[in-house]
């Protein structure tokens, strides 16, 4: 396992202490890290989503376009 040391301000830590003050503040702060790493994983996945959904719409506009403007073509004289 491994060890970590990081600073927080003061009120942070006499917030954590009040609130999770009985519980093991290392699996407090290991839960809170995996939290942390699912959140942000899904935060890419969405963006990558969305990144596909933009071009996917992208392209499907311009097929679209493409068949409008053929057949306002054809059906003039």
Do not use: W, Y
Request: net charge positive; aromatic share 4%.
């Amino acid at each position: 396992m491994a060890t970590e040391n990081f600073s927080r301000p003061s009120d942070v830590k006499e917030a954590f202490d009040k609130i999770f003050g009985r519980q093991n503040k290392s699996a407090v702060l290991t839960e809170l890290m995996h939290q942390a790493v699912e959140e942000k994983r899904r935060r890419q996945r969405c963006a990558k989503a969305v990144e596909k959904l933009l071009a996917l719409r992208k392209r499907s506009r311009r097929v679209i376009d493409k068949a409008v403007r053929a057949a306002r073509r054809h059906d003039r004289p």
